[in-house]
């Protein structure tokens, strides 16, 4: 199919749109109202420009843009060229649509939590949507490359939203790993593939001219630019800035997974496959033991979803959970781009939007729990989903959808990839079963993380809750209430939210016997000022005077009266218990070498940092977890709560989120003390019936409407995805895309 070129400037204007809304929210700062009213308008008009295309698209029509040649080169001069072609319209339609459901649900979100620089937070926000459409529409890799640096810029502010130390470090971490690493690997790319062929133009079934290049530099240049992509789209062990950012707001977090970034390096990918050098190249491409270029790029596509898929399953922290769950998502889609043959690049492009719109519907639940009941952490939901029926209802829809269960948008694009897998073990190469192995396996992994979260929401009670062995305890599980000031009712544990040891009063940290409000890691007699010598002595007097009196009453006669035979008593010669150097009996406590005085070694320098919070392996129950709860505040003094808090303050690591943060009023200079106040009030969680839900009971429309609206998508792509024209769309692409022998069956 040839397709019929129109110069027009309206891939342009969707570029633009923007930009100029950014300068009136910015303009706006002191009316929210107006600030986002342009933020909404600005997302309509966008959107409706995108669709104003697609008709002629679908047609086979390109529209282009073109601001003319600005760099003279070897060959052909390199132009600052938009393009609106089929793959561009798939990526476009896609980011436009979802960024108006994103609007809504920003809106309710930063005011439902009271969110300072919010005017910051639209602008980026509007900006980081320039850049987008900026990557789905560019013309050649040097434009496509200009537009990715603009995006991580613009979501730079967004992912470091909270400012806090936490905040800034993901910030640099995610410029680190995208701009100035994968940055780097696409302009090298680039210049590379400029050499070998002459142009960096886009074409149809890749550059006719690199075909006749060099083969090992060709295979260079193929995986600096898919490494440099993959970078956005978290392939392993490139990942690492993707669970950081999870500090950022949960609308970011949607930004991040589902509209924008990492979607914009799977394009990158897709672009560089079906573009750049072509399926049929990037099949021949040989490498020893009979793999070609696309089989290596589907083997880091497998091991990253199976590695992260299993990551994912320890995860506690709701929103790292979903963070892995993507970096194993989008890897479905660098493994079906390596599959040579129609129904593999099919499935490959269709998990594009299916990803989008369950994974949103992901995220912006896991928003609406915190927004609604300050709740992160997976083993604090027992029973929420009678208090938020509809938010846990639809993550559920949106669960089963990510596991592949029919009639749900990722059994289309999954089933795509496992016949284009199976036809290519046929047809070419037995390799491609082992991909196929990881689909499946990768299948049974996504329940296996998902089911925790449905069955501890709907099929658990607050007063019982059940450990989940992969989650959180050693195999064969624990039943523990999370109910707020009750623990499972050990021994004297007073208001303990930690699976206290016996006299562990308001302890949340594990504490060892007789630590009354210890948030440091628990040490012995912690709640007394460490070094305090008078208590030392007093306690060797007690036990002296303990001692004296049993020695009087050995002397006494009134012991033969009262019948008390001495043999009777375990253990009561004196001489079996232990003494020091002075004689002075001084039981001997003493479980190992440690001197717990000081903070145990750090055994991790990420999630695992034993002396700060409790790692995601081995979470403890119920409000508190590393820092006081509501609960534990009231069972002690004010005094006492205040000592605590000073030590426990320093206590979040990077598992912490701006979800753990954000639920408080105090927005003081220590931003980094605040505790975590989730899981279910004294009483368990209030119950919220049917009808009272669609009435709004459960939470603000402006968070309930966007999650109904993509868990709705979800479905509609699952049932009828021809209609919806992205399947429509994507046949176009692969059709125009593969040899004339490898097309549609």
């Not at 129109?6 to 910015?26: C, E, G, K, M, Y």
């Not at 390199?78 to 319209?89: N, Q, T, Y």
């Not at 016949?419 to 082992?434: D, E, W």
Request: aromatic share 10%.
């Amino acid at each position: 199919m040839t397709d019929a070129v129109l110069s027009d400037p309206r891939p342009l204007l969707a570029v633009l749109v923007s930009f100029v809304a950014a300068f009136l929210i910015v303009a706006s700062y002191r009316s929210p109202n107006v600030r986002e009213g342009w933020t909404l308008v600005a997302s309509l008009v966008k959107f409706g420009i995108v669709a104003s295309m697609l008709p002629a698209v679908l047609d086979g029509a390109v529209f282009e843009w073109s601001a003319g040649a600005f760099l003279p080169g070897i060959g052909a001069p390199i132009e600052f060229a938009l393009r609106a072609d089929a793959l561009g319209m798939l990526f476009a339609f896609l980011a436009s649509g979802l960024w108006i459901i994103t609007s809504f649900y920003s809106i309710g979100y930063m005011r439902g939590l009271d969110e300072p620089n919010q005017t910051r937070y639209f602008a980026a926000f509007a900006v980081s949507l320039a850049a987008t459409m900026g990557i789905a529409f560019a013309g050649n890799l040097v434009t496509i490359f200009v537009f990715y640096e603009l995006l991580s810029i613009a979501t730079y502010p967004l992912v470091a939203h909270d400012e806090t130390a936490e905040a800034r470090s993901a910030g640099r971490k995610y410029l680190a790993y995208t701009m100035f690493g994968g940055g780097v690997l696409v302009l090298a790319g680039t210049a590379l593939v400029y050499l070998l062929a002459g142009s960096v133009d886009f074409t149809a079934g890749g550059i006719a001219a690199l075909a006749n290049a060099d083969p090992g530099l060709a295979m260079l240049a193929f995986f600096l630019l898919a490494i440099g992509f993959g970078v956005k789209a978290g392939i392993m062990p490139l990942h690492q800035w993707l669970p950081e950012a999870m500090v950022a707001p949960t609308p970011v977090s949607g930004l991040l997974h589902a509209v924008a970034v990492v979607k914009s390096g799977a394009f990158g990918v897709s672009r560089v496959v079906l573009d750049v050098f072509g399926p049929e190249l990037v099949y021949n491409l040989s490498l020893p033991f009979g793999f070609s270029a696309g089989l290596v790029l589907s083997t880091i596509g497998a091991i990253t979803l199976t590695a992260a898929s299993l990551i994912a399953l320890r995860k506690d922290h709701l929103k790292r959970r979903l963070a892995y769950s993507t970096i194993s998502q989008l890897s479905y889609i660098i493994l079906g781009l390596g599959l040579f043959g129609w129904y593999g690049l099919v499935g490959a492009l269709l998990h594009i939007p299916a990803h989008a719109f369950m994974k949103l519907t992901l995220f912006f639940c896991a928003g609406n729990i915190h927004v609604s009941t300050h709740t992160d952490y997976i083993s604090q939901m027992a029973g929420i989903g009678k208090r938020m029926p509809l938010t846990m209802g639809a993550f559920t829809i949106a669960s089963l959808g990510m596991a592949g269960i029919p009639l749900l948008a990722g059994f289309v694009s999954k089933y795509y990839m496992l016949i284009g897998g199976v036809r290519m073990g046929m047809n070419f190469t037995p390799v491609a079963y082992y991909l196929v192995g990881a689909l499946l396996l990768s299948g049974v992994l996504n329940i296996a993380y998902f089911w925790p979260v449905i069955y501890t929401a709907f099929f658990e009670a607050e007063d019982a809750h059940d450990a989940k062995p992969l989650v959180d305890f050693p195999l064969g599980g624990e039943s523990r209430s999370i109910v707020a000031a009750t623990d499972g009712g050990r021994g004297d544990d007073h208001a303990a939210t930690d699976g206290g040891r016996g006299d562990d009063h308001a302890a949340t940290d594990g504490g060892r016997g007789d630590d009354h409000a210890a948030t440091d890691g628990g040490r012995a007699g912690d709640d007394k000022n460490e070094g305090d010598d008078d208590d030392v002595e007093e306690s060797a007097d007690d036990v002296d005077d303990i001692v004296a009196d049993a020695g009087d009453a050995d002397d006494s006669p009134s012991d033969a009266a009262d019948g008390v035979d001495e043999s009777d008593i375990p253990d009561a010669d004196l001489d079996d218990l232990p003494t020091d150097e002075e004689g002075v009996v001084r039981p001997d406590f003493a479980a190992s070498e440690r001197d717990f005085s000081e903070p145990a070694e750090r055994v991790d320098t990420g999630d695992y940092a034993v002396d700060q919070r409790p790692s995601d392996a081995d979470v403890p129950f119920g409000p508190g977890r590393g820092d006081l709860g509501d609960d534990a505040e009231a069972a002690e003094p004010d005094s006492a709560v205040d000592e605590s808090r000073g030590s426990a303050g320093s206590h979040d690591d990077g598992d912490e989120s701006h979800d753990d943060d954000d639920d408080h009023d105090d927005h003081g200079d220590d931003h980094d003390s605040h505790h975590h106040d989730g899981g279910p009030p004294a009483g368990g969680w209030k119950h919220i019936a049917g009808l009272d839900a669609l009435r709004g009971r459960e939470s603000t429309w402006f968070t309930l409407g966007p999650i109904l609206a993509s868990m709705t998508l979800a479905v509609l792509l699952g049932v009828i995805p021809y209609e919806m024209g992205f399947l429509e769309l994507i046949e176009l692409i692969v059709d125009t895309r593969l040899p004339e022998g490898v097309v549609r069956p």
